[in-house]
């Protein structure tokens, strides 16, 4: 298992001999697990976490006993050699995807699907803003938008990045893709929307552009913030951003693995 045994020292990051894990579930045999951006931040320090959280990795690939090929989600420590995981966080592989590229998949679309089905209750024909539309996150919410008939609104950070949006989503409209480095991206929503703005906002921008997102938000419209919980960084939230009924929620997908507190684990494994 790769483990920190200096939380915040990435010279500590080391791959341990661990038991193989017991209890209920159904055993893989991993072969690819894949880090997420906080996985970095974790092993540098860059964001605190608790002891027990020193192990790295949430979504991965691999065989089952039974020889099945499958992808998955836990809660952390995906990247080890067996885990056992909940059935309902465990989909088969496709003939056609390798393993290497399968690991990089159920993080994305669940946490898509998170914030679209179970935050922003997603109906066909909303009108969507979705940050950093060729990340992992934006990519997923982007397809899943799209599948539902919705108006997709998406920012990049250079004109490379919006080529390649464009050729892998033709459906987007070119005047849909604004800059996500500059606050004109506020413009190209209102413009488009006749100052209505969107139903629903997927934000993790800078700070200083939180704001503008915010306005982008139409009458009764939420605001999802991916990440203002893993960046820890201050953002001043002014109390102007809630007119017209606006909602602003601070996203947290690991929530939904805290079985005992919520019903969000259940609505999610009936979407995925």
């Not at 039974?66 to 080890?80: L, T």
């Not at 009924?245 to 997908?253: E, K």
Request: with cysteine; hydrophobic share 40%.
């Amino acid at each position: 298992m790769l483990l920190s045994a200096e939380p915040g020292n990435i010279n500590s990051v080391h791959w341990a001999q661990v038991s193989e894990p017991s209890g209920s579930g159904i055993l893989v045999k991993v072969h690819y697990a894949s880090l997420t951006p906080i996985d970095g931040k974790k092993a540098t320090g860059a964001v605190s976490h608790q002891a027990n959280e020193n192990c790295y990795g949430m979504d991965y690939s691999g065989v089952t006993e039974s020889g099945i090929r499958v992808m998955g989600i836990v809660h952390r420590g995906a990247c080890q050699n067996y885990l056992r995981t909940h059935p309902d966080l465990l989909w088969p592989v496709p003939d056609h995807w390798s393993l290497e590229d399968a690991a990089t998949v159920p993080l994305a679309y669940a946490y898509a699907f998170y914030c679209l089905t179970i935050k922003a209750k997603l109906y066909s024909g909303m009108k969507i803003l979705i940050h950093e539309g060729a990340g992992a996150l934006g990519q997923a919410a982007i397809a899943i938008a799209l599948a539902h008939k919705c108006q997709v609104f998406t920012t990049v950070g250079d004109v490379r990045t919006k080529s390649f949006l464009e050729k892998l989503y033709p459906e987007l409209k070119e005047q849909h893709i604004g800059n996500s480095r500059d606050m004109t991206f506020g413009d190209m929503v209102l413009s488009a929307t006749n100052g209505k703005g969107c139903d629903v906002v997927i934000c993790n921008v800078e700070p200083w552009l939180k704001h503008v997102s915010l306005q982008c938000g139409g009458a009764l419209s939420i605001i999802i913030d991916t990440a203002q919980i893993y960046n820890q960084e201050k953002f001043e939230f002014r109390m102007n951003s809630l007119i017209n009924d606006r909602s602003y929620v601070i996203a947290d997908f690991s929530s939904i693995f805290d079985f005992a507190k919520n019903e969000e684990f259940k609505v999610c494994e009936t979407y995925l």
